[in-house]
């Protein structure tokens, strides 16, 4: 099963081979530019350097992101018990109303920073390979 179908079976809530996983792929599962740059030396992978994005200016939060997340959190609240999560880190006081104008609450998740040694990535991903195939059973550490 190739990783894009795996993700698509479970957000169908279909039980996929084994658990996804993901790195990196958004804001909420994101890795630091340093973090990254040691993972990448650890495992082997040539570096190269890591773009940093700052936090979106107001008016290109309100125009690029509002209306999409205005629509998915209008839909999910009312036709669902779910909340929506977001997260996210540094100064975020200049798009704060947005956020929260969108529909969303927050996360309190967050991403592999700085100082994580690589081993401890590797560990966490180790552990949710071994320990992630369906059923998920509970881990007695």
């Known amino acids: 099963m190739t990783s894009r179908e795996r993700v698509l079976k479970a957000i169908n809530h279909e039980e996929p081979d084994r658990l996804p996983l993901d790195i990196g792929s958004n804001v909420q599962s994101g890795i630091m530019a340093h973090a990254l740059d040691r993972l990448r030396r650890y495992l082997g992978f040539t570096t190269k350097p890591v773009k940093v994005y700052g936090v ?4 290109l939060f309100e125009e690029l992101h509002m ?23 540094g100064s975020i006081s200049r798009i704060l109303p947005y956020i929260v104008k969108s529909g969303f609450i927050f996360n309190t998740v967050h991403n592999i920073q700085h100082g994580t040694p690589p081993e401890n990535v590797t560990t966490a991903y180790d552990t949710a390979y071994q320990y992630g195939d369906y059923p998920i059973l509970s881990l007695s550490l």
């Open 56 to 59: 979106f200016p107001p008016e």
């Open 67 to 89: 209306p999409h997340f205005t629509i998915l959190n209008k839909w999910i609240h009312e036709n669902t018990s779910w909340k929506t999560w977001v997260h996210s880190c």
